[in-house]
């Protein structure tokens, strides 16, 4: 007994490049010292964002993920939001 079965593939599907927004305002900067940017790339538990999610560039992400540490270590931000003694 031969068992035949077809597969079709989904469509291509293309998504729009992402744009590390650092490097489209070349004002803006990353500070350990400021929460509330810092706190839009990471996750409620705690995790950081890749970069392929957030669009940053290496350079960026790299400077980011230094930032979030350094913030943890000074309680600036949580290490994790959920605590569960």
């Known amino acids: 007994?031969?068992?035949?079965?077809?597969?079709?593939?989904?469509?291509?599907?293309?998504?729009?490049?992402?744009?590390?927004?650092?490097?489209?305002?070349p004002h803006s900067s990353i500070d350990y010292k400021e929460p509330k940017l810092i706190g839009v790339f990471v996750t409620e538990r705690g995790k950081i964002i890749p970069r392929r999610i957030t669009g940053n560039c290496a350079y960026h992400q790299r400077r980011m993920q230094e930032a979030i540490k350094r913030a943890r270590i000074l309680a600036l931000l949580p290490f994790t939001t959920v605590y569960q003694p």
């Open 1 to 25: 007994m031969s068992v035949t079965t077809t597969t079709t593939a989904a469509p291509a599907r293309r998504t729009k490049k992402k744009i590390c927004r650092f490097c489209a305002d």
